[in-house]
């Protein structure tokens, strides 16, 4: 049975970081691409990057990018995001993707 189940978030203050887990069971992380999104309240969900088979981490929207990155340990089977610099926009519901799987989602609220 494939379950993606995500940690990590909470209310935080702006600046700083955080990191977001992912972690997966019923597959095998490596063999798949995963994702992150972000919904925040109001809009549309939105694509936050990409962790590749090969272990590339690619595909991050301009509203992240330099700030968020992704990495995976595959020992854990765990997928992360870890944020940096964060802003109140960057406030909202977090999922992890593997096809068409998706985590419950975790909230993040950023504010000070």
């Known amino acids: 049975q494939v379950q993606l189940v995500e940690s990590g978030g909470g209310q935080v203050e702006p600046g700083g970081s955080l990191t977001l887990s992912c972690v997966c069971s019923?597959?095998?992380?490596k063999s798949w691409l995963m994702e992150w999104h972000r919904q925040a309240p109001g809009k549309q969900r939105e694509?936050?990057?990409?962790?590749?088979?090969?272990?590339?981490?690619?595909n991050y929207p301009d509203s992240v990018k330099g700030r968020f990155t992704i990495s995976r340990d595959n020992d854990k089977n765990t997928l992360y995001l870890h944020m940096n610099h964060r802003r109140p926009e960057d406030t909202g519901v977090y999922y992890c993707?593997?096809?068409?799987?998706w985590g419950r989602g975790k909230q993040v609220t950023v504010s000070s």
């Open positions: 993707r593997q096809h068409g799987y």
């Open positions: 694509l936050l990057g990409m962790m590749t088979t090969d272990g590339r981490d690619k």
């Open positions: 019923g597959f095998a992380i």
